[in-house]
């Protein structure tokens, strides 16, 4: 089993910067991949961006391509969403998700996570 905690969503104003994180704990290791998805009220989830530990590859969706970095601390298994530039329209709720063995082309894929966290509401206002 696979514990997964978001943090550090909240309120900031067009062109603001915000960092949240994914913590990971349980049943980890190396094969693992994190993935931040987003969903806002009456849209499809969508994928926001991956990072697989196993070669530390990242991945980004198109609308937050430039603007969003992830990384992830090995020590902590823990994974970082940094947001710059905001827009209103980044305004969602972003979930973090935990999954294993992964190929990169997949990584934008919700159906390949297993585990869920509960989300944290980022706003943007304008």
């Known amino acids: 089993q696979v514990q997964v905690v978001e943090s550090g969503g909240g309120l900031v104003q067009t062109g603001g910067s915000l960092r949240i994180a994914c913590a990971a704990s349980?049943?980890?290791?190396?094969?693992?991949?994190m993935g931040w998805f987003r969903q806002a009220p009456g849209k499809d989830r969508e994928f926001i961006a991956a990072?697989?530990?196993?070669?530390?590859?990242?991945a980004y969706g198109d609308s937050v391509e430039g603007r969003f970095t992830i990384s992830g601390d090995t020590a902590t298994n823990t994974v970082y969403l940094q947001m710059n530039n905001l827009k209103p329209e980044d305004t969602a709720v972003y979930y973090c998700?935990?999954?294993?063995?992964?190929?990169?082309?997949?990584?934008?894929?919700?159906?390949?996570?297993?585990?869920w966290g509960q989300g944290t509401q980022v706003t943007v206002s304008s």
């Open positions: 998700a935990v999954g294993f063995g992964l190929i990169l082309s997949s990584l934008s894929l919700s159906g390949q996570y297993d585990y």
């Open positions: 349980g049943r980890t290791s190396r094969n693992a991949a």
């Open positions: 990072f697989r530990w196993s070669g530390r590859n990242t």
